[in-house]
């Protein structure tokens, strides 16, 4: 079953809602990049990975594969996190729906800001988001499916609930 804007966005939410932690130390950053790096090597892909509280970065692997550009789309989609409170991809949707741009909306520049799958915001419960998980080097829905999956094994989250469908189109 494909899935459209608006029931792709109330899924989004509700990972975001669901997928939040009690407490978030920098051996939960390296325990969880462990894992992202093994669920990415398990599918035979190539990503780099970055968890960081904003302004502190707490682990950072380029796999094999992955080249400098790799790490810049890391940059912006973080900063589309660490803007929004949102996962980029959810910024992506949002903006998409609305037919318009990051520049045209928020007045962002692209070269540092980027509405694009695979930046997840990292939520204490209770609290605001404090830093962002971010992957980049699969396609951008699948970077996106690939931390959804690995929080939600962490978190002990049921991922039939949290996974997005297929897409309509193969932009997202």
């Not at 695979?118 to 971010?134: E, K, V």
């Amino acid at each position: 079953m494909n899935s459209t804007i608006d029931q792709d966005l109330a899924l989004l939410a509700f990972q975001e809602e669901q997928l939040q932690f009690d407490t978030f130390t920098a051996d939960t950053a390296w325990q969880l990049g462990t894992l992202l790096r093994e669920a990415v090597e398990a599918r035979g892909k190539a990503v780099a990975i970055d968890i960081q509280l904003f302004g502190h970065p707490l682990f950072f692997y380029a796999m094999p594969g992955t080249t400098p550009d790799n790490i810049d789309w890391i940059r912006r989609k973080r900063n589309v996190v660490k803007r929004f409170h949102q996962s980029s991809y959810a910024i992506r949707l949002i903006l998409k729906k609305k037919q318009t741009t990051l520049t045209d909306q928020a007045g962002l520049p692209l070269r540092d800001h980027a509405a694009a799958g695979g930046g997840f915001p990292i939520r204490l419960r209770g609290s605001a988001c404090i830093g962002a998980i971010t992957i980049s080097g699969v396609p951008m829905r699948e970077d996106h499916g690939i931390i959804v999956e690995v929080l939600a094994n962490w978190l002990g989250q049921p991922l039939n609930d949290l996974m997005l469908p297929p897409a309509d189109d193969m932009d997202d």
